[in-house]
């Protein structure tokens, strides 16, 4: 498996050699003489290994293990100590390094620690793309409708293009919009959502453009970073943005073709490089003809259109739904229901499901909490639902 690893020394003869010899064997080496140097790396690129030196000129190597904590993507620790450093070893197994070193350091002991700090990472690799299959499973479906929209997400996620997602309330489009940042070449940074409607358009600009200290009143005395800033290199997903005020609208509209903004209350300009997914509920182009939402801004976000059918209209899916969310609620409640009967499953499909796929998982929810048998019947189903099959 390639792994990028990252070699952190002040010393540059030791660093030098490390790199060297690591090249040789096919890894991808970073090098970097301090902590600065060290973050801007783990910053810019993907690293999965890092071996730090804890002795360097501007602090302690063991405070970059606390500082990656919060990123996507946390790199496997090698650490290295001066011999007697005991102290230094300790704290850092504590904070998560995955082993550690003394100097003077053997080359081949190095190449062993790394060798198994790979294997770790091949299996993370492999537990997180199955993670990503089963998150693609609450929306996924056979049905053509589905499969239209699945084979476009594929697509629209080998790019960096802004997206947007459509459908009714319940549907899965963050779900989605998570399944494009999984697969996608922004993996290993940031997913930022935020909820337009859930703020006042002040506080909306706040979130996420930020603000500097005592910008308006309520603001506060430090200077808050914006959800924009937080997504750089990553990806801001943008949920009912139908609800987004038309003023919010020409900045973010700007924020986006300019790729840099201000903070509230800043003048100095932020550059970032964030890709936009956006989601509404709403018919956007009605909107649009009422004057409620900007027709550029529209055109902006909907590079690639993605509009997720109601589960009404892909009735065939929901026995594989539903096999779906038993097998999460066992595993996540300790259960053991195992199917459900063909006139409870005859029930569900029948059913036309107005909150879709958030709905029927809480249906199944309350039906497995009901249920002291191994399937689900018709007795365990509210009776809005059950009442549409004959005994």
Partial sequence: MSATILVVDDVDTAREAIAK??????????????????????????VDICVLDVNLPDGSGLSLLDEVANMPWQPKFIVIT????????????KKGAMDFLTKPLKMQTLKQAITRAVEQVALRRELNQTRSDQTLSFVVGNTPLMQAVMNLARRAAETSVSI???????????????????????????????????????????????HEANAFTGAGNKRKNGHLEEADTGILFLDEISTMPMEMQAKLLRAIQERAFYRVGGTTLIRVDVQIIAASNRNLKEMIKKGEF?????????????????????????????????????????TNVQE???????AL???????????????????????????????????????????
């Fill in 21 to 46: 010899s690591l090249r040789k064997d096919n890894y991808k080496v970073l090098e970097a003489a301090t902590l600065q140097e060290a973050r801007t790396c783990l910053n810019e690129d993907r």
């Fill in 82 to 93: 001066a011999f007697g450093q005991i102290d230094a070893a300790v704290d850092a197994m």
């Fill in 164 to 210: 947007l997602i459509t459908g009714e309330s319940g549907t899965g489009k963050e779900v989605l919009a998570n399944y494009i940042h999984q697969t996608g070449p922004r993996q290993q940074k940031r997913f930022v959502p935020i909820n337009c409607a859930a703020f006042s358009s002040t506080m909306l600009e706040s979130e996420l453009f930020g």
């Fill in 294 to 334: 900007r027709e550029d801004l529209y055109y902006r976000l909907k590079v690639v259109d993605l509009d997720i059918p109601p589960l009404r209209k892909r009735r065939e899916d929901i026995p594989e739904l539903v096999g779906y969310l038993l097998r999460e609620n066992n595993m996540e409640m300790g």
């Fill in 340 to 346: 459900v009967t063909s006139r409870a499953m005859e």
């Fill in 349 to 391: 499909t029948a059913y036309d499901w107005p909150g879709n796929i958030r709905e029927l998982k809480h249906v199944l929810d309350r039906a497995i909490i009901l249920c002291d048998d191994p399937a689900i019947d018709l007795v365990h189903l509210p009776p809005e639902i059950s009442q549409g099959v004959a005994d």
